[in-house]
């Protein structure tokens, strides 16, 4: 049947094969016909509808919030930036030239008598500046070098002593060593002999030529390979010629005009030498000249031994710098010690000041008789501290011009604030400079800021007509523009956001005297190859093989073909893989439809980055492969129809009812998935979805009676199958392994989870900015409503705003949460880290520590191997948080133990971490220490201040208040230890509500008692800085600012939180339940076996129970397993046996032989029906592990351990029963609420592999009574010895606090702040008395106060530059357009080559693929305009609907014409006719249509190439999976396999394929089912 006319390609597109895509089903007429299930006509009477609501999840509308102010400030930062970098590097030129002026002997300088004192104002004076000027401006010179030198020693220093590092070649040390001392004699000559006799217009212009090295490396490094090579190495000889003309011109010019001027004549070997300082940037290791090859050799292996080299190299240019200031100088002095006094340089010193006649410009001396002779000497006196004043702005303005040029780098805004202002420096600076000059020359006073004595070396006279016409300065615009090439590579990075300076620049640190130039030739030129398209796997749906859908994107024809092509590692192995792996066990319908939009967006996104490389033929970098993985804790429960059977759970059904819903809210069009498919599995079951952008949800339904349930064994199951057996299971090198495994990340997520795709990208960005980072997390929103809900968004607040902040500055994050991590699959995989992550708890310990807060223990475990762990605020996930007081009591019960414990552990091991981790330091550890110390004390901190609060509100005694407060905190420890955890959440419920009276008390009491004794008391400073941080705090988060008024609800229950809570989580140490989301299940049936084991082990522990006691032998029964040879008894009462032996029981004996005999043939038969195919006939439970599984090789494999499964009351019952299998026909399968999806099986070798890990690692945990009572021991032996003490800690400090504030007039210290003077006047003899009265202190509080104050401090600084480092991930991460336009991207191309993922975005959408963008009832248009019936009637009439976003890419991107976009026609068809409702231009149509010709160009010269041959295997997705194949109708028609109307009609159910159905990984063709 036809498309509908609406539907229908242009004429002669429908049947061109091009059009397919290389795909099994064609693009064309039928492929928009969606599913057969949505042809169906909806009934006139049915047409009523529910419109999809618009998205409001928090991540969407955090994102919106601020998207505005951000491009704002991203503005402010390009032009903040660009100032400060120009700024800064001017300054820094022009200071350096100032001070080489002042090295000149015997300069003569005209100056301003008007700022000097003993100088008349009417006459002129000339200056000569003395030898101690030109000592103390040398030295000036070299503390300058130096001090960019001692920080690349410090850094160099910091890295081999605190991180890791290798020793280098002897060679490659010699010639690093070789190449720096060239540098720095080069510097060192063009500061202390060249730039001195020249002017400083001159030397300005001259620091342009020091790029001549760098230009012949770079010539020599040129390969066939790069693009228009021979326009580029002729460029590069004639930006050398340029360079070579500096070495000659000034020389030339200056030749004989001055007989004392050989010094110009080094001008050649100084800026030859200096240009070596960047040769390592220049060289390749891929070029054709051996010397050049060997360098790139060198400058490879420096990655690693840069810092070794330079621990000594640094201070080796140092030594350096000073010999040849030294011997230059010599040249200079009189005498030649005079440079080692620098007491009498730096001291003032007397400067000679000659009075001269003014000359008119005829050359005339003024007629006055008044006129003073010429030759009469004065003097004036130097300043002292002007020389020190320049050396600290010049170091102030270098390191800000580095420092604001790394930061222009890391958020790629390079090209308008780096490489711009770095080039304009010299232009700048020899403006202002010969502005300054002439301003100069027309008066002497025209700089009254500096002192009288202090200019540049300027030429007289008119200075531009002069450089002009006579010194050739016009030569300088070839050094600038040939400088400008050899650094083109500036304007165009390609490093990635954030990037480590290691990665921006080759050398630590910069040149202070060359800054420009330093910093243009040190930037990396970044010549990495990209990511090629055709490297991507962008074709997931053609990939049948059965065994490629378990080695994902990677060749599975490696090593066993190839060994030369396996070793090889494949660009496309540094994809981003990202494997989404949420837990779930009872999250509600809310909280797993959040999980699910979050899913779905990230689908969205991944669907468009990958179709934007497929068809626009774009490189996006931020491509990743994206897979979900849900893990589904005890997902089974006893069927209603049958109690002997299992099905899934009502959590399961609901994640299955939620998955259309969810993608109508994301794509805001009624939308229905496909019905997930089954798959039978050794610990369950699994599901698995296709979405929409053909990414998958695989949900794995865990079995509790077959696998180990609960989170941390579900983080452990998937870990080994993602890691281990997708991973490390394939045949492929090593290295592609080792490659893969470091860009392989695990996202974790919790199944009530809500974020964007921008969080996990800024995720990913630190995951590829540092390699050695294991775990990154981000900020997590708790949501929900109530007051329980207001405290925990301000605790949370302020554990991200100041603990995690200072974690990750100062060492490493200690917690990554579970509930949103992107965990790196290489550092998962390490040892101590998996394989540890899963040991079995044996120890009350470990119940504490593993399976109470199993994010914290996997991050401990990162930790101690050494790897990194971060936190980005600017990542935004929401979370819901309990809401109830007795939910977040029994969260908060288990995360404050594991919490303790885990940091405990670290700090035990804590001189073994900090030997293995980088960045885990003594201070990080001291300042962890206190941490624990103040959370050890804070009840006794809190119970503390309570007391002191009630003395200052009631104004009652000390002891008084002491008794008050310790009467409700010892009834309720007594509560604890006695009562039931909920009547001890109960009380705690009640304490709560008075404390937070009382807080109000306090609180008011505070005030007043801060009115009478004033506001510098230590308290009331406490109070006011603590708060004062934290509104400055919420401030600097202005996206979180409405966290800070639930502080006042988080004041009101401090003492609940960290008193009463401290206190129920030790008493209830021992309860390691989980506490939280915890649901009533069925009671399952039970069988005869177990009815009568019970029965048993009941007359047993009656029997034992007789015994007992000391009648108990009266009740002693007859046993008669044993009998004697003699026997005497009397009445029963009692019997006497002698030589006692076993009874003879023939009878038990044969029946035992015969029971054994039937068992070995039972067995023997059942091997024979399996090798002969025929299925056993005993019946199977589905509760336990089958007797027979299917391997891969279809060959049965017997367990001979399990037991007979007959059950008497099975062999009762009458009738034919279904043969069961649980790895081939398990009854969950049958639930209608699964809907009628594909039933599938999965291979052998994951079925084998499941079930080995199972066996090894993830059997369920049955502990028999003795080990149960034995662990309850155990926990409880852990609690009492936990809470003696933590108890004892706490009385202790309470005791000695107390007893100091007792005695405090004894001993105490006095407060210097807040003095009372009290005047006492007695009236006898009028004499008046005034004393002082000092605020006493108790030392060891005072010192607690000080202890948090700094530990307040600490937080708050880290802090602030946690916060500029978010604020720069964010910069990075935003776009602005007309910031980024260069010359080349002005076409339409261009900006499609730049906006390709957002254009897809736009093309892809599945709303308004069938016209529906006039829905005006979703678009909330006046009601009067509505046309409601007509839109009823049309929703009546469609029939068809497009449900996958690259069919809907391509129907729209297909139907593009060149004419129609050309001439503006808005409706060639009807989805043209909606291009403009997706905001793209006409012009962008137009580029649109060239692209889409050229797509279908290249696939018709395929197709013509490749005719008749076979199609290649290709590489697996991981965002699909072999049951993406097309499902053929008998007619021939397409079927959209995502896509399901409402109207589902299979036809008759699915049927179970054969135990025999499994596919092995030779049966690589795909089969086509037929209805």
């Known amino acids: ?113 008007k700022s000097s004192v003993g100088l008349s104002s009417e006459k002129d004076y000339i ?94 490094s040129r390969t066939k390979k790069d693009s228009h090579v021979f326009l580029k190495v002729l460029m590069d000889l004639l930006a050398l010629a340029c360079q070579l003309t500096g070495f000659v011109v000034w020389p030339i010019v200056e030749y004989g005009k001055d007989p004392n001027s050989w010094r110009i004549w080094l001008i050649p070997l100084a800026i030859f030498f200096t240009s070596f300082g960047w040769w390592e940037n220049y060289v390749d290791k891929h070029s054709k000249f051996t010397m050049i090859k060997y360098f790139g050799g060198i ?146 006073c025209s700089f009254n800021v500096m002192p009288p004595y202090l200019f540049w070396e300027c030429k007289n006279g008119d200075i531009l007509n002069d450089f002009l016409n006579h010194d050739y300065a016009w030569v300088w615009l070839f050094w600038l523009l040939s400088q400008t090439w050899i650094t083109l590579h500036i304007w165009t990075p390609k490093c990635e956001r954030l990037a480590s300076t290691e990665k921006l620049f080759v050398t630590p640190m910069y040149n202070s005297l060359l800054i420009d130039q330093s910093m243009a030739l040190n930037r990396r030129r970044d010549d990495e190859g990209d990511v090629k398209t055709e490297d991507l796997n962008l074709n997931p749906e053609e990939h049948e093989n059965e065994v490629s859908q378990y ?47 979050s899913i779905l967006r990230m689908d969205e996104d991944q669907s468009a980055r990958r179709v934007a490389q497929k068809y626009l033929k774009i490189v996006d970098l931020d491509y990743y492969e994206f897979e979900t993985h849900i893990f589904f804790d005890d997902a089974f429960e006893i069927s209603d129809d049958n109690e002997d059977e299992n099905v899934v759970n009502q959590f399961v059904k609901l994640l299955v009812d939620l998955m259309d819903d969810a993608a109508t809210h994301v794509h805001q069009t009624n939308i229905r ?174 119940y504490v520590q593993y399976d109470q807060g199993e994010d914290r223990w996997l991050c401990t475990l990162l930790l101690q191997r050494g790897y990194r762990v971060e936190y980005s605020a600017a990542s935004d996930a929401y979370t819901h948080a309990p809401e109830g007081f007795s939910e977040f009591y029994n969260q908060r019960r288990r995360w404050v133990p594991s919490t303790m414990a885990n940091i405990m552990d670290l700090l035990q091991a804590y001189k073994k971490t900090i030997e293995v981790n980088d960045n885990i330091s003594l201070p990080y550890i001291s300042y962890q220490t206190m941490l624990m110390a103040g959370t050890i004390l804070g009840p006794a901190t809190i119970f503390l201040m309570l007391v002191g609060a009630f003395v200052a509100a009631f104004r009652i005694a000390n002891w008084l208040s002491f008794q008050y407060n310790i009467i409700p905190i010892f009834l309720f420890m007594v509560a604890c230890f006695t009562l039931k955890s909920s009547i001890q959440i109960s009380i705690a419920y009640v304490l709560t509500a008075v404390y937070a009276l009382v807080m109000i008390v306090v609180l008011v009491g505070m005030i007043l008692n801060f009115a009478e004794e004033g506001w510098n008391t230590p308290t009331a400073i406490f109070f006011l800085c603590t708060t004062a941080s934290f509104v400055i705090t919420g401030l600097v988060h202005p996206k979180e600012i409405l966290c800070l008024p639930c502080g006042l609800v988080y004041y009101l229950v401090v003492p609940s939180m960290y008193l009463l809570l401290q206190i129920y989580s030790c008493f209830n140490l021992n309860n390691v339940s989980w506490g939280t989301r915890e649901v009533a299940t069925k009671a399952k049936k039970k069988t005869r076996e177990e009815i009568e084991a019970e029965r048993k082990a009941a007359e047993e522990a009656k029997k034992m129970k007789k015994k007992e006691g000391f009648l108990g032998f009266l009740h002693r029964e007859k046993e008669n397993d044993d009998e004697g040879s003699i026997e005497f008894s009397l009445a029963g009462l009692f019997k006497i046996m002698c030589c006692v032996h076993p009874k003879v029981n023939d009878e038990r004996q044969q029946l035992a ?210 916060r500029f480092g978010t604020i720069s991930h964010i910069l990075a991460s935003t776009e602005l357009t007309c910031c980024n336009k260069k010359a080349e991207d002005a076409t339409e191309d261009a900006f499609i080559q730049r906006n390709a993922v957002d254009i897809v975005r736009q093309l892809q959408r599945l709303k308004g693929i069938d016209g529906d963008y ?145 596919r092995t990984a030779e049966e690589n063709i795909p089969s086509k089912i037929y209805s």
């Open 673 to 846: 998935i496909r019905p997930p498919k089954k798959f039978p599995a050794p610990y369950g079951g699994r599901l698995v979805w296709t979405l929409p952008g053909k990414t998958k949800i695989v949900a794995h339904l865990k079995d509790k009676s077959k696998i180990r349930h609960k989170k941390r064994w579900s983080q452990v199951m998937y870990m080994y199958y993602l890691l281990g057996f997708k991973l490390m299971d394939q045949p492929i090198s090593v290295d592609r392994k080792e490659i893969i495994a470091e860009n392989t990340f695990l996202l974790t997520l919790d199944g009530d989870i809500d974020f964007t795709p921008s969080a996990v990208a800024l995720l990913v960005d630190l995951m590829k900015k540092n390699t050695n980072l294991g775990a990154a997390c981000g900020r997590i929103h708790p949501v929900g409503s109530g007051l329980m809900v207001w405290y925990q968004m301000f605790e949370y607040a302020i554990g991200h705003w100041l603990q995690k902040a200072t974690e990750h500055m100062i060492g490493c994050v200690l917690c990554s949460p579970g509930c949103f991590s992107l965990f790196r699959g290489k550092a998962l995989m390490d040892d101590n880290v998996m394989a540890r992550y899963t040991l079995k708890s044996s120890q009350a310990r470990h």
């Open 1 to 113: 049947m036809p498309p509908p006319a609406h539907l229908q390609l242009p004429v002669g597109e429908g049947s061109d094969p091009e059009f397919s895509d290389d795909e099994n089903s064609p693009l064309g007429q039928d492929i928009y016909g969606g599913s057969r299930r949505s042809v169906q006509e909806t009934k006139a009477w049915d047409v009523f509808r529910t419109v999809p609501p618009s998205t409001s999840s928090l991540s969407e509308d955090s994102q919106k919030f601020l998207e505005l102010t951000i491009k704002c400030l991203k503005v402010f930062t390009y032009l903040l930036t660009f100032g400060i970098v120009l700024a800064s590097g001017v300054i820094t030129k022009g200071l350096v030239l100032l001070m080489t002026s002042q090295l000149k002997k015997t300069k003569k300088l005209p100056i301003c008598a």
């Open 1414 to 1558: 006039d829905n005006d009832s979703v678009e909330g248009g006046q009601l009067g305009r509505r046309k409601t019936i007509h839109n009823l009637e049309r929703h009546r009439q469609k029939k068809q609907a497009i449900g996958t976003l690259d069919v809907a890419f391509k129907k729209r991107f297909f139907s593009i014409s060149a004419e129609a976009a050309e001439n503006g026609m808005d409706t060639e068809t009807p989805v043209l006719g909606n291009m403009r409702r997706l905001s793209i231009r006409r012009e962008t149509m137009k580029a649109l249509a060239e692209r889409r010709e050229t797509v279908v160009q290249e696939r018709r010269q395929s197709k013509m190439m490749t005719m008749g041959a076979k199609k290649p295997r290709t590489r697996m997705s991981i965002a699909s999976e072999v049951d993406n194949q097309r499902v053929f109708t008998p007619g021939g028609g397409n079927i959209n396999d995502a896509y399901e109307s409402d109207t589902e009609h299979y036809g008759a159910p699915p049927s179970i394929r054969s135990a025999m159905r499994y």
């Open 1153 to 1362: 032989s015969i029971a054994n005999s039937l068992d070995i043939l039972k067995k023997r038969f059942e091997t024979i029906e399996s090798h002969m195919g025929i299925a056993p006939s005993a019946r199977r439970r589905s509760t336990m592990q089958p007797r027979s599984s299917i391997r891969g090789d279809g060959v049965s494999s017997i367990n001979e351990d399990i037991a007979n499964d007959y059950s008497d009351s099975e062999s009762e019952k009458s009738g034919p029963k279904e043969e069961r299998d649980d790895l081939v026909n398990p009854y969950w399968m049958e639930d209608k609420a699964l809907k009628r999806g594909e039933v599938d099986y999965m291979p052998g070798a994951e079925v084998q592999f499941f079930k080995d890990l199972i066996e090894k690692y993830l059997y369920p945990l049955i502990k028999n009574s003795t080990e149960q009572k034995q662990a309850e021991v155990e926990l409880k032996e852990l609690r009492n010895k936990s809470f003696f003490g933590f108890f004892m800690l706490n009385a202790l400090f309470v005791l000695i606090v107390f007893l100091l504030q007792l005695n405090k007039d004894e001993l105490h210290i006095d407060w210097p702040l807040g003095i009372k003077e009290n005047i006492t006047i007695i009236p006898d003899t009028q004499e008046v008395l005034i004393s002082q009265e000092y605020l006493q202190l108790e030392p060891i509080g005072l010192v607690f106060v000080f202890f948090f104050a700094l530990i307040l401090v600490i937080q708050f600084i880290a802090m602030l530059f946690h």
């Open 299 to 444: 400058k490879e292996r420096l990655w690693r031994t840069r810092y070794f080299c330079y621990v000594f190299v640094s201070l080796w240019k140092c030594l350096v710098f000073f010999t040849v200031m030294v011997i230059s100088m010599s040249t200079r002095l009189q005498d030649f010690y005079a440079i080692f006094e620098l007491g009498k340089a730096f001291s003032g010193h007397s400067i000679n000041v000659t009075e001269v006649r003014e000359t008119l410009p005829g050359h005339t001396v003024p007629d006055f008789p008044t006129v003073a002779p010429l030759d009469n000497t004065q003097t004036i006196m130097s300043t002292d501290g002007t020389p020190v004043y320049v050396f600290l702005i010049q170091v102030f303005t270098a390191w800000i011009c580095y420092i604001f040029g790394k930061f222009a780098c890391k958020i790629c805004i390079q090209g308008f604030s780096f490489a711009f202002p770095v080039n304009l420096v010299i232009p700048v600076s020899i403006s202002l400079l010969i502005t300054a000059c002439g301003l100069r020359f027309d008066t002497a």
């Open 551 to 597: 080695y994902e994107t990677i060749s599975i024809h490696t090593d066993s073909s190839n060994t030369n092509n396996a070793t090889k590692i494949k660009s496309s192995d540094h994809i981003t893989r990202i494997y989404a792996t949420a837990t779930m066990w009872h999250e509600n319908e809310e909280e797993m439809m959040e999980m699910l939009k």
């Open 127 to 220: 200056a000569t500046i003395p030898e101690e000027e030109n000592v103390v401006w040398a030295w000036i010179l070299f503390f300058c070098f130096i001090v960019p030198e001692l920080g690349t020693w410090f850094r160099s220093t910091r890295m081999c002593v605190f991180k890791s590092w290798k020793k280098p070649l002897l060679g490659d040390f010699f010639v690093v060593w070789f190449f720096e001392t060239l540098h720095t004699v080069g510097t060192s000559l063009l500061v202390y002999l060249v730039l001195p006799d020249l002017d400083v217009i001159k030397g300005a212009m001259l620091t342009n030529c020091v790029a001549f090295m760098p230009g012949l490396f770079g010539l020599l």
